[in-house]
């Protein structure tokens, strides 16, 4: 008869599918004495999955920002064979952390962006399906929340963050919108927004791919966790973790954030910074990474049949030289 925790992993698992997860083992090779740090714990899915590759020598680090996650740790640690713990805290901060207390690893992912676990809680406010307070706080003891952006940035900055972060074509037709209305009452729920929205864009993208909140609610999400800024401070404190020959792996989820995870990539591989029409090299840059995915992993037809919201994830890996 299986355990308690087990039967509560098996029932995390089928509520939470995480993405790409046989392309980031192989990718990862984990060995039974890894030594693994998954930076955006969530449900766990991930988590469950390259856990079970390890064995009593090795040891799994679980992190992230959201104090829910550790309530999905707890069980999964009483049901795996390796030694492991949990940080709470945001995944460059707990990198820089490990980095400053001498700690190493050899394995080290992230899977970026909001978890399944916080889109399917309606009252976190992450999701633009469902009416709930206007939040969006993956750590929910910050202050700043969706709500604050809206109610007290200005109509240019909203236009601006709309544009930038979700990459909206009508981001000055919403900044417009969100401006006007909360002069009649401040935003505060979900709903609120996405009518907004609707009533702000051109009849026909109403109807065209997607919901047409989507990128609205991305860039909102992205500003009141600073995720970006985030993931820049991560990237290298997660590459001097590694011991040499480690692998460092990151799932991304829109442009912006490949964007970052790709030229960093690129930079590691990079021989000489110098600009081209130096005659010698003075930088003395060497080459520090090997891409192990020198195009980025998708999704294939079977995870898009079975798990639509993997469509946009992106793996990319890199092995420490």
């Not at 999701?127 to 910050?142: C, E, H």
């Not at 401040?186 to 993208?205: F, M, N, Q, W």
């Amino acid at each position: 008869m299986p355990s308690a925790a087990a039967s509560f992993v098996t029932e995390m698992a089928m509520a939470h599918v995480p993405v790409l997860t046989q392309e980031l083992l192989d990718l990862l090779d984990v060995r039974p004495d890894s030594r693994v740090v998954d930076c955006t714990f969530g449900a766990g899915g991930h988590a469950a999955a390259v856990a079970a590759l390890l064995g009593p020598d090795g040891f799994l680090l679980a992190c992230d920002q959201d104090p829910i996650a550790e309530d999905y740790y707890l069980p999964l640690k009483t049901d795996i064979a390796c030694p492991s713990s949990f940080r709470l805290g945001n995944f460059a901060d707990v990198l820089a952390e490990l980095v400053g207390e001498g700690h190493t690893a050899t394995h080290i992912y992230l899977d970026l962006g909001v978890s399944s676990m916080q889109l399917d809680t309606p009252e976190r406010g992450f999701s633009y399906s469902y009416d709930a307070p206007l939040d969006m706080r993956m750590d929910t003891t910050q202050i700043l929340t969706a709500a604050d952006i809206l109610n007290t940035w200005t109509e240019p900055d909203l236009a601006e963050l709309f544009a930038k972060y979700g990459e909206e074509r009508f981001s000055r037709r919403i900044g417009r919108a969100v401006a006007a209305r909360r002069r009649l009452m401040p935003y505060s729920r979900t709903s609120e927004l996405v009518d907004t929205i609707k009533g702000a864009i051109p009849t026909p993208a109403r109807f065209g791919a997607g919901n047409p909140a989507r990128r609205v609610f991305q860039a909102l999400r992205i500003e009141v966790n600073d995720e970006l800024n985030s993931l820049r401070r991560a990237l290298p404190a997660a590459f001097a973790l590694l011991k040499p020959g480690g692998v460092l792996a990151v799932i991304s989820f829109h442009s912006l954030e490949d964007r970052i995870v790709k030229g960093f990539f690129a930079a590691k591989v990079q021989a000489c910074t110098c600009p081209p029409g130096f005659p010698i090299c003075v930088c003395g840059s060497q080459v520090q990474g090997d891409v192990l995915t020198h195009k980025a992993v998708t999704p294939g037809t079977r995870e898009l049949e079975t798990n639509p919201r993997s469509s946009s994830a992106k793996l990319r890996a890199l092995r420490k030289l």
